[in-house]
């Protein structure tokens, strides 16, 4: 079960900051990930990290202004959000991959099994 919280509405060049937490199986096994969908487009993957919290990926119109981050003890997985733009506003969900993927390899789009519930992000200009 994946749980996502801290959505909402910030002003464009605000920050915001996502969580997810996770339960079920042990939460280092799982690749996570965070996606967005905005309305009239596809879902796509923004960041992922690997189970190991040492390599991470992030779609280009997010680099430099994103981070994920985990933390294993907490069953735990974040998204920072920094200078954010309109653009970014979209629903966004948290996944973890079905299988279990080599310690420091991130997870991409199909691997994702699990899913949030989402969370909205709306970003005024």
């Known amino acids: 079960q994946l749980q996502a919280s801290g959505g909402g509405l910030v002003q464009a060049g605000g920050p915001l900051r996502l969580s997810c937490a996770v339960s079920?199986?042990?939460?280092?096994?799982?690749?996570m990930g965070w996606f967005r969908q905005a309305p009239g487009k596809e879902r796509e993957l923004v960041a992922g990290?690997?189970?190991?919290?040492?390599?991470?990926y992030y779609v280009d119109s997010v680099k430099g202004r994103f981070t994920i981050s985990r933390d294993n003890a907490k069953n735990t997985v974040y998204l920072q959000m920094h200078s954010l733009k309109p653009e970014d506003t979209a629903v966004y969900y948290c996944?973890?991959?079905?299988?279990?993927?080599?310690?420091?390899?991130?997870?991409?789009?199909?691997?994702?099994?699990?899913w949030g519930q989402g969370t909205q992000v709306t970003v005024s200009s």
């Open positions: 996944a973890a991959s079905g299988t279990i993927p080599a310690w420091g390899s991130v997870a991409m789009g199909s691997d994702y099994r699990y």
């Open positions: 079920g199986r042990t939460f280092s096994t799982y690749g």
């Open positions: 990290i690997s189970r190991s919290g040492g390599t991470t």
